[in-house]
């Protein structure tokens, strides 16, 4: 079944920007998506399609997905930022058809 | 509003039974494919399986293939997930989620706030 690769943290200040990537072999070609967990609190999805955001995310949020990597990039980072970030894909290719990273834990330092 | 609204933390036995639910408001239950995603303590987001309320239709991941039941009942827009006989290793807290996609890809837009699940003797 198909697999992603995330960092398990990054560490940004606040103001800074932060990336986050997900890798997976030919990643480019399938869309992904971006969940925010932040500590005690069900996931919410930030980012859909490599690069939309859903209503009521800032736009400090963004995607991108190309070759083996889809990276979400978090810009003029705020403490509030803190959680842990998992990226998604759907493979109709496998009986796993919703795959998830392992998950990154952003630290705002 | 959209919104999926699940039971209670529960504490089990092992060998227990147990019926976890998820009830969805604010758009056609009926229309939408609503997933289970298991978060055993301190690790990430597992898919468990989906099914579609309108005519019950269910896939499952191949890790959880025959280890839970998914079910819904349409007539109170409700989504079940169950055990017949639960272990320590199903203590985790799972999550119902609404499937959204265009075909193409899908993932999960509105989720439910989780349900705890604890087994130990």
């Known amino acids: 079944s198909y697999v992603l690769t995330q960092p398990p943290s990054v560490s940004v200040a606040p103001g800074q920007t932060a990336r986050i990537t997900c890798g997976g072999n030919?990643?480019?070609?399938?869309?992904v998506h971006w969940y925010q967990q932040k500590p005690g609190q069900a996931p919410v999805l930030v980012v859909y399609?490599?690069?939309d955001r859903p209503s009521g995310i800032p736009e400090r949020f963004s995607g991108s997905n190309s070759g083996n990597t889809a990276t979400l990039t978090i810009s003029r980072v705020e403490a509030g930022d803190e959680a842990d970030y998992y990226c998604?894909?759907?493979?109709?290719?496998?009986?796993?058809?919703?795959?998830f990273g392992g998950g990154t834990k952003l630290t705002v330092l | 509003e959209v919104q999926l609204v699940q039971s209670g933390a529960e504490v089990k036995k092992p060998g227990e039974s147990l019926k976890i639910s998820c009830k969805g408001s604010?758009?056609?239950?009926?229309?939408?494919?609503i997933g289970w995603v298991r978060q055993m303590p301190g690790k990430g987001l597992e898919w468990m399986g989906i099914?579609?309320?309108?005519?019950?239709?269910?896939r499952y991941s191949p890790s959880f293939q025959g280890q839970v039941t998914i079910s819904a009942d349409k007539s109170i827009s409700t989504a079940y997930l169950q055990w017949s006989s639960l272990k320590a290793s199903d203590t985790a807290m799972y999550y119902c989620?609404?499937?959204w996609g265009d075909g193409y890809t899908y993932y999960f837009d509105y989720w439910g706030q989780g349900t705890l699940v604890t087994v130990s003797s």
């Open positions: 399609d490599d690069s």
């Open positions: 099914i579609y309320p309108g005519d019950s239709d269910t």
């Open positions: 604010g758009y056609s239950f009926t229309s939408y494919w």
């Open positions: 989620a609404r499937r």
């Open positions: 998604q894909v759907w493979d109709s290719s496998s009986d796993l058809l919703w795959v």
């Open positions: 030919n990643i480019g070609s399938k869309s």
